[in-house]
């Protein structure tokens, strides 16, 4: 029989004896922080427990500041940190564990679809400031091959590009 989703009275019911409950994210699951940068949002992260998070920035200062950030936070470092161009993931997907700044981990080459949730605060907004001196005509939109039916809608675009 179907959940009652779109009925009041089912979260009502539910809500009575449930006091707190993550639908989307839990610590086992993988987050990828794009355009980690000097925020400390990673830390709220693993202040809800979720460890599993790799922050990625282009700027090797950004992963130095991160890490720092959490070891005096937490007095630790947990989290990944990686150093890699987020727009160029696809082909060239990152290394994380002994090098992503968690020690004791072990070493794996991750891909986006890897990753359950992508996290971005205020990179897409700066990657999309980059000024093309071209004319730009969209010519096709594909989208790519999902593995799980929660990927994220993710298109291989095809341009014309003609000089100014
Ligand atoms: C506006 S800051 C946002 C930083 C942080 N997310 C925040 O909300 O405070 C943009 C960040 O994106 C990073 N960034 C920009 N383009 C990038 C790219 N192509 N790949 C990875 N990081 C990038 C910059 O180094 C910078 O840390």
């Known amino acids: 029989m179907a959940t009652d989703y779109e009925k009041q009275s089912y979260w009502h019911d539910r809500f009575a004896s ?3 409950f993550e639908w ?4 086992k699951h993988h987050i990828l922080h794009l355009g980690s940068g000097t925020s400390d949002l990673h830390n709220h992260f693993r202040s ?6 790799t922050n990625l920035d282009f700027e090797p200062l950004a992963a130095e500041r991160g890490r720092d950030l959490e070891q005096n936070a937490f007095g ?11 727009t160029r993931l696809v082909d060239e997907p990152i290394m994380i564990g002994s090098h992503g700044g968690a ?4 070493e794996q080459i991750v891909t986006p679809a890897k990753f359950d949730l992508v996290v971005d605060k205020s990179t897409a907004d700066a990657v999309a400031f980059l000024e093309l001196p071209f004319h730009v005509e ?6 790519t091959r999902k593995v799980k039916p929660t990927d994220p809608d ?8 003609r000089p100014m």
Request: glycine content about 4%; some cysteine; overall charge neutral.
């Open 103 to 106: 020690a004791g981990k072990e």
């Open 24 to 27: 989307l994210v839990t610590s």
């Open 138 to 143: 969209v010519m096709a939109k594909v989208p």
């Open 48 to 53: 809800r427990g979720l460890l599993n998070v």
């Open 18 to 20: 449930e006091t707190s």
């Open 154 to 161: 993710i298109y291989h675009w095809c341009f014309i590009l």
């Open 76 to 86: 630790d470092v947990r989290m990944n940190y990686v150093v890699a161009d987020a």
